[in-house]
């Protein structure tokens, strides 16, 4: 298994472009089953998830083209509706096959994604809205067995689920009828999917406010889609830059899709620049101040940036409070922040980091894809020593050769390859 190796100390500058958004090219990879003809994607990131996405599509009888960052799916009329454990259990994201599998051929069998370190991670809410919708829903061996001709109807979601919303909104583009979804998931990922199936002849609005609503059409045709670029990954850069008093600049972004997260920086003292499609971020001359955060739905703070700001508030000026409320477990990567030490307390979902004037490096294990970014920042702060962090295949998941793009911005990091 690959390590990285930090020397840190190096200030970040630089301008880096940010690739397509993981987490809208998973469902919408998972979408293009729902069209009669061939769909395709640009803008699309070659990251490990994509890969486990394009195998279980592939092995299903999905034909898929994938060069550079254009991917085309066609999907034939007769697919194998199954999704084998071995590869939903290492992509929670191949759970979202199940609505399209289902509502266009009337069957699917979908293993239980199963947990994974940030959480239990149920799919109650994905479940309860396809039943809603008319599906006989089984579990058989740790798999779903869902069958059954679906029909529009109104459904609440008990949490804004984004993948119960991306499920559930697939499923009722083929369903006999309108269906509106209250308390839906109102992330950007969700807007750019009801883009993509609209442009495939579905009728979806509301997508992004409290009540979507479909109308059930007989069939969609495939389409051509720009994947909306990724917003975590440009706030991880960010908060890499600000971590090691730099200058970064993310380019080819969609800046109000950061919103929340750049009200936070700028509470920290951070000099911003917003452009049309970019955000730069330089370090204050005086040390960044504490703050508090606390992760909600969109448009809330993301869950997905909470551990790269932990890191980054382990070395603000004072004490601050990160509470976590949308997963159960994400804060794996406290134990490793504070063997290099940061001086964090846990208390149930509640985080207090108190500041300290520096961090050292040392080895440290990646937990998920997340706290493996928060290692990395840690390690770029890191004053003195070198930071060996393994397990590094959770970051191969959602960033593409992170280490070369980092290193274009003067990080002194590379990567060990070890069988
Ligand atoms: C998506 O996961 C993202 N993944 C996650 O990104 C992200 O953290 C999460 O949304 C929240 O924004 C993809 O889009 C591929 P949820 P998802 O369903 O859909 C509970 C990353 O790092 N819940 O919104 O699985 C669940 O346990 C990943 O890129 C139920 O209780 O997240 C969790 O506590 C990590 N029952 C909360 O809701 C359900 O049926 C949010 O989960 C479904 C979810």
New binding site residues.
């Given amino acids: 298994m690959d390590k990285i190796i930090i020397r840190g100390n190096n200030p970040l500058k630089g301008r880096i472009p940010i690739h397509g958004a ?2 809208a090219v ?2 919408l990879m998972a979408a293009s089953i729902l069209a009669e003809s061939p769909c395709i994607l640009h803008n699309v990131p070659c990251l490990h ?1 994509v890969f486990t996405m394009d195998k279980l599509l592939t092995q299903m009888g999905v034909q898929i083209e994938f060069t550079g960052r254009y991917m085309t799916l066609s999907v034939p009329n007769r697919i194998s509706p199954i999704a084998p454990y071995d590869l939903v259990r290492k992509m ?2 191949s759970f ?1 096959i199940l609505g399209p599998l289902l509502a266009r051929f009337g069957k699917a069998r979908v293993s239980l994604p199963g947990g994974c370190s ?10 309860k809205g396809l039943e809603k919708l008319g599906a006989k829903i089984r579990l058989e061996e740790g798999y779903v067995i869902a069958e059954g001709k679906l029909k529009g109807t109104d459904i609440y979601l ?7 919303t ?1 499920n559930l909104i697939m499923s009722a583009t083929l369903a006999k009828g309108t269906t509106r979804l209250f308390n839906p ?1 109102q ?1 950007p ?1 969700i807007i750019d999917l009801a883009d993509f199936l609209n442009k495939m002849g579905a009728k979806i609005e509301g997508a992004g406010t409290e009540v979507i609503t479909i109308k059930g059409t007989k069939s969609l045709c495939g389409t051509e889609h720009h994947v909306i670029p990724d917003r ?1 990954e440009a706030g991880t850069f960010l908060i890499a830059g600000l971590a090691t008093n730099g200058d970064v600049q993310v380019n080819n972004i969609i800046p109000e899709h950061l919103h929340t997260f750049i009200t936070k920086l700028d509470e920290m003292g951070a000099e911003i620049q917003i452009g049309h499609h970019s955000i730069r971020v330089k370090t204050p001359t005086r040390p960044i101040k504490a703050i508090n955060v606390t992760t909600l ?2 448009p809330g703070f ?3 940036l909470q551990a790269q700001m932990m890191a980054l508030l382990t070395c603000a000026e004072g004490t601050s409070i990160i509470k976590e409320t ?3 477990n994400r804060f794996l990567h406290a134990a490793e922040l504070i063997r290099m030490g940061a001086d964090i307390s846990l208390e149930g979902n509640t985080a207090i980091i108190r500041g300290v004037k520096k961090l050292k490096g040392a080895p440290v294990m990646a937990s ?3 706290a493996s970014a928060a290692l990395v920042i840690a390690g770029l702060m890191a004053k003195e020593g070198e930071t060996i962090i393994s397990r590094v295949y959770h970051l191969d998941r ?1 960033y593409e050769r992170i280490e070369e793009r980092l290193a274009s911005l003067g990080a002194d990091i590379q990567r060990i390859h070890e069988e």
Avoid: W
């Avoid at 008990?158 to 119960?164: C, Q, T």
């Fill in positions: 993981k987490n998973l469902p998830d929670r994201a979202f940030i959480g239990t991670r149920p799919v109650d809410i994905h479940l008990d949490f804004p689920s984004v993948g119960a991306e998931a992330e990922e975590i739905p969109y993301p869950t997905d949308v997963f159960e998920d894809l997340r959602g």
